[in-house]
């Protein structure tokens, strides 16, 4: 190892997680140090013996990193079981089953340029900056100036382990699809790693029984240099090859993955994309309706974050659970998850906590819940999913703004007195017009950049546009 103190490992070090550029910030080097960072923070005389699950998606950078990573763990004492290709759910499924730290070589969404490492605490528990990842930051920063890992004297050993059968047999045994009424559904894997785990789970390839569901492939051969469109959903423009093939093939509804595969996007029979807020709330009421079942005087808490829609909070409490509002941030609806003991979490960016999955979030968990509400009624799914959107939203509008608390104030001067303000994350302010239709917005700066988030919600379309038009008129002003 040689050294490379000029890095600076603050640019590419996130809030949840390692996310930088290839070659110029992260290199095999770096990645060592991370590896044996990680092993130090963790311990490696608390290990079991799978001891740290580490894990990689398709990009072309990731198994020389992953095997780096275990280079730099083994060194410092720890034994690495190595995953190989798999997705990030896989990942946590592995870092819950085994009760293990992990860590995950993946940039989900981002173009093929980059990579990075999403971190895991034994039980699939998220580390942020708040919990240990600027620990391991530090600690890696110390090994590149030093030149060199020193390693102990009984270095740790690297297994080879596939989880693919065991995680999809898993998540079989939460779901039950077998007697749902026969469907057919266009999958886009975006060339990332739900190529590999949608036959696994929704077809034959890990051995299970097969299901009355018909997919249609997109995309599903691993790439990742991303050859059709970034694996990044949320991006209307990327959702376009799915809603055009759903129509074509006369499917019953889509779904589109990520790069990794944790996050699920849904859209109907028409082609029309499906608010991850109304995914929440089918999933809330069907994860409520399940455990109540079981243990019908338990208290049940059902968390969502504060810029998904109102309808979900209202679902939760409908359902007869209480709705437990959070800020923004994956690590953080881990934490949540765990402290309020939730059954289930939403995120407007269709990340889904399961209080079954280790806390942990799982795109595919959730659409096998989509399925089985959908595939155990008769109604399309734009009239199941209509249930559940009943207001306006603007989702999430980003504007790069030089002067961020110039912008911010400009909000504050002109609703004080209008609204009613809640600094839970950013800045919220709900009110109603004069008609008694109610809205609201959020308005939250970037962590890593000049830019302010919008989110506005109301009953109807022209409130909500009239909402959005005047805050987004102050944040450019």
């Not at 034994?79 to 089953?97: H, K, M, Q, R």
């Not at 509002?325 to 906590?353: C, N, P, Q």
Request: net charge negative; with cysteine.
């Amino acid at each position: 190892m040689t050294s490379d103190a000029s890095v600076d490992l603050s640019a590419f070090v996130k809030t949840y997680d390692v996310r930088g550029l290839v070659g110029s910030q992260l290199t095999p080097e770096i990645v060592e140090a991370f590896g044996a960072a990680f092993a130090d923070e963790i311990g490696p005389s608390t290990l079991g013996d799978a001891g740290i699950v580490v894990g990689h998606d398709m990009r072309d950078s990731s198994p020389e990193f992953a095997a780096a990573f275990a280079r730099g763990a083994t060194a410092r004492g720890a034994n690495v079981t190595l995953l190989g290709l798999c997705s990030t759910d896989e990942t946590y499924f592995a870092s819950g089953s085994m009760n293990a730290p992990a860590a995950m070589f993946t940039a989900s969404h981002n173009p093929a340029t980059y990579n990075g490492i999403k971190f895991s605490r034994a039980g699939a528990q998220g580390i942020s900056l708040d919990t240990g990842l600027a620990s391991i930051r530090d600690r890696a920063s110390a090994y590149l100036g030093a030149g060199a890992i020193e390693p102990v004297a009984e270095p740790g050993a690297v297994t080879p382990f596939d989880a693919l059968e065991s995680y999809a047999a898993y998540l079989r045994s939460l779901v039950d699809l077998s007697t749902i009424r026969p469907i057919t559904i266009v999958v886009d894997a975006g060339n990332g790693m739900g190529g590999l785990t949608v036959p696994a789970v929704l077809e034959t390839a890990a051995g299970l029984p097969a299901l009355p569901i018909t997919i249609v492939p997109l995309y599903f051969e691993l790439d990742g240099t991303f050859p059709n469109h970034e694996a990044n959903p949320l991006e209307p423009k990327n959702l376009v090859d799915l809603q055009k093939a759903v129509v074509e093939h006369g499917a019953d509804l889509g779904l589109a993955f990520d790069g990794d595969a944790d996050r699920c996007f849904v859209v109907d029979e028409n082609g029309d994309a499906v608010t991850p807020s109304a995914v929440a709330a089918i999933v809330a009421v069907r994860e409520i309706a399940r455990v109540r079942a079981a243990s019908p005087t338990e208290g049940i808490n059902v968390i969502h974050n504060l810029i998904t829609s109102r309808a979900v909070p209202e679902a939760i409490e409908a359902a007869g659970a209480t709705p437990v509002r959070t800020r923004v941030g994956h690590s953080l609806i881990k934490d949540e998850m765990k402290s309020t003991g939730a059954i289930f979490g939403g995120e407007h960016s269709a990340h889904y906590y399961f209080r079954d999955f280790w806390g942990a979030d799982n795109g595919m968990l959730a659409a096998l819940h989509v399925l089985a509400e959908f595939g155990g009624g008769d109604a399309p799914l734009s009239e199941l999913t209509n249930r559940y959107t009943p207001y306006a939203a603007s989702g999430e509008i980003n504007s790069v703004v030089d002067d961020v608390p110039a912008a911010y104030a400009r909000i504050v001067d002109a609703y004080t007195g209008v609204g009613d303000f809640d600094e839970l994350d950013g800045l919220t302010v709900s009110g109603s017009f004069d008609d008694g239709e109610f809205w609201w917005f959020n308005v939250r700066p970037s962590n890593t950049e000049p830019l302010l988030r919008l989110n506005a919600e109301a009953a109807t379309p022209a409130g909500m546009e009239r909402v959005r038009d005047a805050v987004l008129a102050l944040i450019r002003a």
